[in-house]
Structures are given as C-alpha cells and as structure tokens.
C-alpha cells in the first residue's frame, strides 16, 4: 500500500526565514503529487501539483515543490515566509492512471512569527 | 462556480448514537471522496463514490457507511458513535474525467461524548 511521510510535525519558523518541508512516498511507479494547505479555520485548498514534466513546479503564494523521483520526494519549499503562512501542510500521492484514492501524509504544522 | 457544501457544520452526538453527513460536490462532478481528519492522524481515506457506486474503500469498520444519489450529492452515516469518531469530515470531489485533482468542502465537524 502506498503510504506518504511528512518528516516534521510542527516547523516554527521567523518571518523572512526560508522554509522546506519534506515528503517522502512509498509507491514504485508514476505517481502524481500534491501539496495541499489548510488555514486556521479554513478548508484545505490546492498549493500545488506534479503530474509529469518539469520536476519543478511553482504554486500559489510563492511556494515551490521539487520531485527527486530517485528519492521518492516531493519537498516543498519558499524562500521567504509571511505570518500569513501559518497553516498546516499536507503532502499527498496517488498512482498516475487509474482511479485509486489519495493518500496523505499526517501533515506539517507550519508557525510563523514575528 | 459553487464549490463543495457540507452539512452539518457542526454537530454534537453522545456515544451510541448514529449520525449522517451529507456533501454536494461541484456541479459536474460525478466523484466524491470522504476523509476522516483528526490531530496527529492527518487526513484518512474513507471512501469514493462514483457515480452511485463506491470506488474505493479504506480501512474502516462496517460502522461507517456511504452512498451517492443520481444527482451525485452523497451521504455518510457511521453508526453507534464511539468516542473515538470524534473528528472533521471533509467531502472532496473531482471531475469524471481522469482529473486527480480533489476539491475540499468545509467540513462536518463531530463530537461524540
């Protein structure tokens, strides 16, 4: 079965420090790969998505992933981190074809401060 | 666009109890995903319908329960509250046509005492 690892719980970090979060999966052919990020109070939404081609690939609100197929990882990274970047990050996976659920990892607590 | 609408928001229910929580997902959309998202745990995968027919199932017990109507709004129901249900339900949903990417709804808050 697939599983997905997110390295660290809670990330507390100053505003203007630069930020990487790992995720780490367990599946051996293509996959397709998200980060998603609930605010306080907020429903989980979209940061962004790999499905094929540039392993590099730009989301919403200056935040970046970079799949290392050879490591099975997809980290997530911003150079620079706001206060409003205060949320909880989810990593999550499924298989490139077919209809199969997607897994997430248990999350990272991001805590940004001033 | 609407997006995914969840009800209840929030509900209260006492151990032994049933509950059902309903989702509308996007118009057009003919899958809808459930989760079960508790502190430490993350997010766990229920189950997905599929235009009336469960897709996939994850690895809960017979206890929590789901369909989805021809209109494609589904319901889950979990039966004899444990304490242990306590959690955020979230409904997703995704178009037909091979796109992986889900959309969350607010989600039903649960608190079984």
């Known amino acids: 079965a697939q599983s997905v690892s997110q390295h660290n719980h809670h990330v507390i970090l100053s505003e203007a420090a630069s930020l990487e979060l790992g995720c780490n999966y367990s599946?051996?052919?293509?996959?397709?790969l998200f980060w998603y990020v609930q605010y306080p109070g907020q429903h989980l939404q979209l940061l962004l998505k790999?499905?094929?081609?540039?392993?590099l690939v730009k989301g919403i609100k200056g935040f970046e992933a970079e799949f290392i197929k050879s490591k099975f990882s997809f980290n997530l990274r911003k150079p620079s981190v706001q206060w409003s970047d205060t949320a909880e990050y989810f990593c999550?996976?499924?298989?490139?074809?077919?209809?199969?659920?997607?897994?997430f990892g248990k999350g990272t607590r991001l805590s940004v401060i001033a | 666009k609407a997006g995914v609408t969840q009800t209840p928001r929030y509900l209260i229910k006492t151990r032994g109890q049933q509950v059902t929580l309903s989702c509308s997902p996007i118009?057009?959309?003919?899958?809808v995903s459930w989760y079960q998202q508790t502190p430490g745990q993350g997010l766990q995968f229920l189950f997905e319908?599929?235009?009336?027919?469960?897709?996939n199932k994850g690895n809960f017990p017979g206890r929590f329960s789901g369909r989805q109507f021809s209109n494609s709004r589904s319901e889950m129901n979990v039966s004899t509250l444990e304490l242990g249900d306590s959690a955020l339900y979230l409904c997703?949903?995704?178009?037909?046509?091979?796109?992986?990417?889900?959309?969350f709804g607010a989600g039903s808050r649960l608190t079984v005492l």
């Open positions: 999550a996976v499924n298989p490139y074809s077919g209809n199969t659920p997607l897994v």
């Open positions: 997703a949903s995704r178009g037909g046509d091979g796109a992986n990417v889900l959309t």
């Open positions: 599946y051996g052919g293509t996959v397709n």
């Open positions: 319908y599929f235009s009336e027919t469960q897709r």
């Open positions: 118009s057009g959309h003919r899958s």
């Open positions: 790999y499905f094929s081609g540039d392993p």
